[in-house]
């Protein structure tokens, strides 16, 4: 199983919901990431988990809160998002943290903030 | 911080022809490794080929391979016999300390003629 699975697909949501997305693999990767891609852009790291703790947060506003309950799952709470959070929520897992390991990708969830 | 330089936003070849996509990036480190991933229009993110900065000898992978040119940090990608299913955007990522999290490029959205 070389999955990463991605729950919803899609997401529209009104400026003041509170959503989630989430993120499982059984791969048994210790590392787990969440990207954001713009339409005809790169996609670019917004958080990174080792070892089910925050490794990495690349200045992400606070409506942006990541969550690793256990070394499959891997959380993004939304809260009064913006239309411009709208984009491609990527997640990435890789054995571990480190330079010699290939990250797997999720199919994504496409949110639209309205 | 790393940048990393896809100079062709776009780039066309025939079926069956062969193409080169180019990347270059800035780094201070010695150690690092660098993939190429390929993400066609159902958004998948999936690795086309990786290359380990230590090795001289360029990676290959059926009619993918890379010239790595380690001294003038550049590491171009070339499509051998190109199929319709190759067409897809074209990302380059250097992955290194002290982040471990892949770093891309703007990407090259390559386009397949029959």
């Known amino acids: 199983d070389t999955e990463v699975t991605q729950t919803p697909k899609h997401l529209v949501m009104g400026m003041t919901n509170k959503k989630s997305l989430k993120c499982e693999q059984h791969?048994?990767?210790?590392?787990m990431y969440w990207y954001k891609q713009k339409a005809k852009k790169p996609p670019e790291l917004m958080f990174v988990y080792s070892y089910e703790k925050l490794s990495i947060n690349e200045s992400v506003p606070s409506r942006f809160s990541p969550e690793c309950p256990n070394s499959s799952l891997l959380n993004l709470h939304l809260h009064a998002l913006q239309p411009e959070d709208s984009a491609l929520y990527l997640c990435a897992s890789s054995r571990y943290r480190g330079m010699n390991t290939e990250a797997f990708f999720g199919q994504g969830t496409r949110l639209t903030v309205v | 911080a790393q940048t990393v330089t896809q100079s062709q936003p776009e780039m066309s070849v025939q079926e069956a022809e062969t193409v080169t996509l180019s990347c270059t990036y800035d780094?201070?480190?010695?150690?690092?490794?660098l993939f190429w991933y390929k993400q066609p229009p159902s958004r998948q993110m999936i690795l086309v080929i990786r290359q380990e900065a230590y090795k001289q000898q360029n990676a290959t992978e059926n009619r993918f391979s890379v010239n790595f040119q380690k001294a003038a940090k550049s590491f171009s990608l070339k499509i051998s016999d190109s199929q319709l299913g190759d067409a897809a955007m074209y990302f380059c990522a250097p992955l290194m300390g002290p982040g471990y999290a892949l770093n891309f490029g703007k990407g090259t959205s390559l386009l397949v003629t029959p």
């Open positions: 780094t201070s480190e010695s150690d690092y490794y």
């Open positions: 791969m048994g990767h210790r590392a």
